[in-house]
Every structure is written in structure tokens, then in C-alpha cells.
């Protein structure tokens, strides 16, 4: 496949994903507040989340608008997918050792009653 081709679908699709992203984590962090102040963290990492999206949407455009393999530019898009990425797996990871840790507990309090 092309790589330019390739990178234009990237970017359109890392700009729509990024700009809900953004907007459902401004909404999120926004109501957060009102529950309590801890309540906007998930707002803020999605975000944060969507802006890592579109620093790499604008990597990807640079390359495709510089017509030609800009391995600086490739560097950056690489960094933001990475950190998209890493803060994903942490936030699934999380996600598991919760549900475990419920699972666990309930296991417990059906045991104990």
C-alpha cells in the first residue's frame, strides 16, 4: 500500500476519532466537576487522549503535505500514537485488576453471608 494514502486515511480518521474525543471528555470532565472535583479525572485523561489523536492527525498531515517519507515528522506521529496508546493499556489494565478486585469481593460477601 501507499504509504501518503495510507497516512491521508490515518489522518482523517485520527481527526474524527480525536475531535469526539475531545468534545466527550470536555463534556465528561464539565459534569465531573458537579458530581466532585475527582469526578472530572476521566474527562480530563479522555482529553488529553484526544489530543495526543490530533497531534498525530497533524503529524500525518505534515507528511502527506511534505509528498514524501519525512522521518522526523514519522518520529512525532510514532510518539503520539505511542502515548495514546500507553495511557489505553493503562487505563484497560486498571479497568481489570477492578473488575477482579470486585469479583473477589463479591465472591467474598457471598461466601461470608
Do not use: C, H
Not at 504509504?3 to 471528555?25: D, H, M, N
Amino acid at each position: 500500500m501507499d504509504l501518503i494514502r495510507k497516512l491521508e486515511e490515518f489522518s482523517t480518521w485520527a481527526g474524527i476519532v480525536g475531535w469526539v474525543t475531545v468534545i466527550s471528555g470536555a463534556i465528561e470532565a464539565i459534569f465531573g466537576l458537579f458530581v466532585f472535583i475527582i469526578g472530572a479525572l476521566p474527562g480530563v485523561i479522555s482529553l488529553i487522549m484526544g489530543i495526543k489523536l490530533l497531534g498525530a492527525r497533524d503529524r500525518a498531515r505534515n507528511i502527506v503535505l511534505s509528498q514524501g517519507y519525512d522521518e522526523q515528522q514519522m518520529v512525532l506521529l510514532m510518539q503520539e500514537m505511542t502515548t495514546y496508546f500507553k495511557i489505553q493499556g493503562i487505563l484497560i489494565i486498571i479497568g481489570v485488576v477492578l473488575t477482579v478486585l470486585m469479583a473477589f469481593g463479591g465472591l467474598l460477601a457471598y461466601i461470608s453471608s
